[in-house]
Every structure is written in C-alpha cells, then in structure tokens.
C-alpha cells in the first residue's frame, strides 16, 4: 500500500496549491480519506475529510470556505485544493486512507501518505 503526496511547496499569502495524493496497492474507491496537517512544533491536526464516493466533505473551522477536497477513484487520486493561503497554513500536509464516521480521529486511518511540505511566506 502506498500513499504519494505531492504538489507543496512556498506560495505567498492570499496565493493557491493543489495538493494531490495517489493510492495504490488497495480498493482506493472503497475507502473514505483525509487531509491532516503537522506545523513545526505542533500536533498534527485535521484538515478535511471525503467520503468513498465523494458526495460528503468535511473541514476544519480554520480551513473551511477556503480549501476544498475532492477525489477521482477512476485515477485512484485525492485532490486539496487550497485557496487563500495564510502564513498559519504553513505545515506538512499528509493524506490518510481510512476514518469512515470517525474521520477527526488519527488512529482510525489505516495508511498514511509520507506528507508534503506547503510553506506561505508574508
């Protein structure tokens, strides 16, 4: 099973990314995933959360109205399309397969991606 984040990187504030992540080695369509994010000296936080299907997304209040997380499970990728960014977004951004109902909780993901750094300069 692998999880492949990708599309960090430094951006200005009020500026956009697009964070993918690709699965494999697993039914991707079967399962719901999720975005968390780590800060430097902080606990990795959620992000959002997507159902299997896609029909149902679900933020945290810092990112909501701003990011939007989507998915195709015909290429088996999930998508974070951040907009607005602010110097607080500053964090590793990793992308987890699992969670179902419990998506705020960590430790009901079972695969995790290796993150990828976004970095919002002022």
């Known amino acids: 099973v692998q999880l492949q984040a990708s599309g960090g990187g430094l951006v200005q504030a009020g500026g956009s990314l697009r964070l993918s992540c690709a699965g494999s080695?697993?039914?991707?369509?079967?399962?719901?995933m999720g975005w968390f994010r780590q800060a430097p000296g902080k606990e990795r936080e959620f992000v959002g959360a997507?159902?299997?299907?896609?029909?149902?997304?679900y933020y945290a209040d810092s990112v909501e109205g701003r990011f939007t997380i989507s998915r195709d499970n015909r290429k088996a990728t999930m998508y974070l399309q951040m907009n607005s960014l602010r110097p607080e977004d500053t964090a590793v951004y990793y992308c987890?397969?699992?969670?179902?109902?419990?998506?705020?909780?960590?430790?009901?993901?079972?695969?995790w991606g290796q993150g990828t750094q976004v970095t919002v300069s002022s």
């Open positions: 987890a397969a699992g969670g179902g109902s419990y998506y705020l909780s960590q430790v009901k993901y079972e695969y």
């Open positions: 997507i159902n299997w299907s896609g029909d149902n997304t």
């Open positions: 080695g697993y039914t991707f369509k079967t399962y719901a």
